[in-house]
């Protein structure tokens, strides 16, 4: 028998139903509190609640698992590419052979950006954050490809998403180009996804370039874990935008936007930011682990803690594993990677962090991979765009599927404003 929760709230008794998913907490729907009881829920950050139901990521914080589409991210860490997580994401199952050469394909097909595109990067100054830059030529593809603009149109629908899985790393890498006054370089069909992004961003005209097997692998290992992570910020802001029926793109222009942030995807540059700032500074790490307890002090441990997670995030556990295969393979010394090692033992062996449950995320080593294949720190946030570029749409799409149709996003709220006031004409205030 289906398990219900009683609520009362006066003289009112009702019944909320609890949902039972394949896996993880029991859920209490409150679908018809409101007209039921007149009563809204309140829950700020939204720590509590369940926005909708997926079957597209299941994570679970308390023991530190992550599957995309019931497959452990360890897994397909180790034995998928990229482009087939993506596919996995978006459809829902692993390709047939057959099915992911299609898949690439079409994702070739599209890799070029429309020629007018690029007088946009030309009115950019030189100095601008990538993130802005992504997130706005992303929203131009929309002026750019207005061919593809119905969301409810399956077939408007798959072409957007070939265009931007294809066209996103020719834009990033154009857009590193441009700040640092190089010529754009085409993307190179012959090429894998990864192999074609590190040639459109570290390759010249003048010269051959040959992308190190090693770093190709390592982006696509750093893609494929951050290809989704359910009601993420920046995904639950491609479905809140997207809710309202605007097209694909415009939806991922507004998900760029919010990963952004330092809280969110931002971190993985802040973390850099930080750990050079401790290293040039010859501070102790106990100094900045007492500023990040202090609560009178803003400072907080970038790439540490986690919504979710309450146990090691299992991305920074394997990030951490390469960082350290890549600097011994490669023989480089990094004082950051030691750094980092040494924040973390401290900081886990500290109680305020036990009892906080705050363990690295999977920003805190990734940005030490990005160093050693040469990413300039700007382009960390954009990189791990391009990896949650398939999570986002694959979200988009299940929501316009949702069996009950699509409903728009409009939370409610506590209203603590002023009553009603007499309004007082500009000469008498
Ligand atoms: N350093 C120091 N204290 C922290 C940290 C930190 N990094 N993270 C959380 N805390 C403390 C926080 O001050 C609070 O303490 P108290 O209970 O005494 O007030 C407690 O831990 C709970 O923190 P919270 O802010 O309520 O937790 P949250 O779930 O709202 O925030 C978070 C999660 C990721 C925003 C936060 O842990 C944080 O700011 N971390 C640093 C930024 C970061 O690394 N972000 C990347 C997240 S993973 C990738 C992604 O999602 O994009």
């Given at each position: 028998?289906?398990?219900?929760?009683?609520?009362?709230?006066?003289d009112?008794?009702?019944?909320?139903?609890?949902?039972?998913?394949?896996?993880?907490?029991?859920?209490?729907?409150?679908t018809?509190?409101?007209?039921?009881?007149?009563?809204?829920?309140?829950?700020?950050?939204?720590?509590?609640?369940?926005?909708?139901?997926?079957?597209?990521?299941?994570?679970?914080?308390?023991?530190?698992?992550?599957?995309?589409?019931?497959?452990?991210?360890?897994?397909?860490?180790?034995?998928?590419?990229?482009?087939?997580?993506?596919?996995?994401?978006?459809?829902?199952?692993?390709?047939?052979?057959?099915?992911?050469?299609?898949?690439?394909?079409?994702?070739?097909?599209h890799?070029?950006?429309?020629?007018?595109?690029?007088?946009?990067?030309?009115?950019?100054?030189?100095?601008?954050?990538?993130?802005?830059?992504?997130?706005?030529?992303?929203?131009?593809?929309?002026?750019?490809?207005?061919?593809?603009?119905?969301?409810?149109?399956?077939?408007?629908?798959?072409l957007?998403?070939?265009?931007?899985?294809?066209?996103?790393?020719?834009?990033?890498?154009?857009?590193?180009?441009?700040?640092?006054?190089?010529?754009?370089?085409?993307p190179?069909?012959?090429l894998?996804?990864?192999?074609?992004?590190?040639?459109?961003?570290?390759?010249?005209?003048?010269?051959?370039?040959?992308?190190?097997?090693?770093?190709?692998?390592?982006?696509?290992?750093?893609?494929?874990?951050?290809?989704?992570?359910?009601?993420?910020?920046?995904?639950?802001?491609?479905?809140?935008?997207?809710?309202?029926?605007?097209?694909?793109y415009?939806?991922?222009?507004?998900?760029?936007?919010?990963?952004?942030?330092?809280?969110?995807?931002?971190?993985?540059?802040?973390?850099?930011?930080?750990?050079e700032?401790?290293?040039?500074?010859?501070?102790?790490?106990?100094?900045?682990?007492?500023r990040?307890?202090d609560?009178?002090?803003?400072?907080?441990?970038?790439?540490?803690?986690?919504?979710?997670?309450?146990?090691?995030?299992?991305?920074?556990?394997?990030?951490?594993?390469?960082?350290?295969?890549?600097?011994?393979?490669?023989?480089?010394?990094?004082?950051?990677?030691?750094?980092?090692?040494?924040?973390?033992?401290?900081?886990?062996?500290?109680?305020?962090?036990?009892?906080?449950?705050?363990?690295?995320?999977?920003?805190?080593?990734?940005?030490?991979?990005?160093?050693?294949?040469?990413?300039?720190?700007?382009?960390?946030?954009?990189?791990?765009?391009?990896?949650?570029?398939?999570?986002?749409?694959?979200?988009?799409?299940?929501?316009?599927?949702?069996?009950?149709?699509?409903?728009?996003?409009?939370?409610?709220?506590?209203?603590?404003?002023?009553?009603?006031?007499?309004?007082?004409?500009?000469?008498?205030r």
């Amino acid at each position: 028998m289906s398990e219900t929760a009683k609520l009362r709230i006066g003289d009112n008794e009702i019944d909320l139903p609890v949902l039972v998913g394949t896996e993880g907490n029991r859920v209490m729907d409150i679908t018809k509190l409101y007209a039921q009881t007149s009563c809204i829920t309140l829950d700020e950050g939204y720590a509590n609640t369940g926005s909708t139901t997926s079957q597209i990521t299941y994570v679970d914080g308390e023991k530190g698992i992550l599957r995309y589409r019931g497959y452990p991210i360890e897994e397909l860490a180790e034995r998928c590419d990229f482009t087939e997580t993506a596919y996995l994401l978006i459809h829902g199952e692993l390709p047939s052979a057959d099915e992911l050469e299609d898949f690439r394909r079409n994702v070739r097909l599209h890799t070029l950006l429309h020629e007018g595109m690029k007088t946009i990067f030309a009115g950019f100054p030189r100095d601008a954050h990538p993130m802005a830059i992504l997130s706005s030529v992303v929203g131009a593809l929309a002026i750019y490809y207005e061919d593809a603009l119905r969301p409810n149109d399956p077939d408007h629908q798959e072409l957007a998403i070939y265009r931007l899985l294809a066209k996103m790393p020719t834009i990033a890498a154009f857009g590193y180009k441009q700040s640092i006054g190089q010529p754009f370089i085409y993307p190179e069909n012959h090429l894998t996804y990864c192999q074609n992004f590190l040639q459109m961003m570290f390759a010249v005209p003048s010269d051959r370039y040959e992308a190190d097997p090693d770093f190709v692998d390592a982006l696509n290992l750093l893609l494929i874990l951050h290809a989704d992570h359910g009601q993420n910020c920046s995904t639950s802001t491609v479905r809140m935008v997207g809710s309202s029926t605007v097209n694909l793109y415009s939806a991922i222009s507004a998900g760029i936007c919010a990963l952004w942030g330092a809280l969110h995807g931002g971190a993985n540059e802040a973390c850099i930011n930080m750990l050079e700032k401790i290293n040039n500074d010859g501070a102790s790490i106990g100094k900045f682990v007492d500023r990040a307890k202090d609560p009178n002090d803003p400072f907080r441990l970038m790439g540490f803690g986690h919504r979710v997670y309450k146990n090691y995030d299992p991305r920074a556990k394997i990030i951490k594993g390469v960082c350290d295969r890549l600097l011994k393979k490669h023989s480089v010394a990094s004082p950051i990677f030691d750094l980092a090692r040494e924040l973390e033992e401290v900081a886990l062996s500290d109680p305020y962090f036990i009892d906080r449950k705050l363990y690295p995320n999977v920003d805190f080593y990734s940005g030490i991979i990005y160093r050693i294949m040469g990413i300039p720190k700007q382009m960390f946030t954009v990189l791990f765009a391009l990896g949650r570029l398939p999570g986002w749409i694959a979200h988009w799409r299940e929501m316009h599927d949702a069996p009950g149709g699509m409903r728009i996003h409009r939370p409610r709220q506590l209203y603590t404003g002023s009553s009603q006031r007499k309004f007082v004409p500009l000469i008498k205030r």
